[in-house]
């Protein structure tokens, strides 16, 4: 049973259609850096005054997959914004089972909150070491090290998709890329959470390309089954499904 000092809340768009195709991705990053604004600048709003989040928050955003293609479906995007008080460490993991990807939060102003972010990782696969999409699954080749290995995340080798965010731009304009984003070799966004993110603009392409990387791998298992059914070798096919 989880305490109720780690509730989860959950927004009532997510409850409408429990049948739609839907991907989870956790929001992760040391408390008051901006999660909870970025969760809501997502879904278009504007938050002034946010409340520090306890246990964990679900907001659901709709997102178009391939837009613009054939292939267009619209997927549910649940944003899992877990609370970053140290004092739950024990208790967070429960919210980290099934996530298909995970966004890194850190505060511009404060380079330690970016520092953070690798223990956060560490958290996050250590605390889910049965999952595919896990560095530290017996498949993959990464192995268990104190700290985590940024660099075993980039280019191909990544198992799960990240996106890391810079928040309060409007506090740190001249920051330069985050050196997290660059060991992972993924996007950053960097951003004044306050404003809603435009579908059109830079950061909005980069999150909805994200969100569509995020499907692409939880469907992939999915697709790999039919071609195998079909008789193709999956092992030949596999790049090209990724």
């Avoid at 944003?79 to 089972?97: A, M, P, T």
């Amino acid at each position: 049973m989880m305490q109720t000092s780690m509730s989860l809340s959950k927004s009532k768009t997510d409850l409408s259609d429990a049948s739609r195709d839907k991907v989870k991705i956790l929001v992760l990053g040391e408390a008051g850096v901006g999660k909870t604004t970025f969760a809501q600048s997502v879904k278009g709003k504007a938050v002034r005054n946010p409340t520090w989040t306890v246990g964990c928050s679900v907001d659901v955003v709709e997102h178009s997959y391939k837009a613009g293609t054939p292939q267009e479906t619209l997927y549910l995007i649940e944003l899992w914004d877990v609370g970053g008080s140290r004092s739950h460490r024990n208790s967070r993991h429960v919210f980290y089972q099934n996530a298909h990807g995970v966004i890194l939060v850190h505060d511009l102003e404060n380079r330690k909150s970016e520092e953070a972010l690798r223990l956060w990782l560490t958290e996050l696969f250590d605390d889910t070491p049965n999952c595919v999409n896990s560095p530290l699954h017996p498949s993959s080749s990464f192995s268990r090290l104190p700290t985590f290995d940024t660099e075993g995340l980039a280019g191909e080798r990544s198992q799960m998709p990240i996106l890391v965010v810079g928040a309060k731009l409007d506090m740190a304009p001249q920051r330069p890329r985050s050196q997290i984003a660059t060991d992972c070799g993924v996007d950053e966004l960097t951003l004044d959470c306050r404003q809603p993110i435009s579908p059109g603009s830079t950061n909005g392409l980069k999150l909805s390309r994200f969100f569509d990387r995020v499907i692409d791998k939880q469907t992939a298992p999915t697709e790999r089954r039919r071609l195998t059914s079909q008789g193709y070798n999956v092992v030949d096919r596999r790049r090209r499904l990724y």
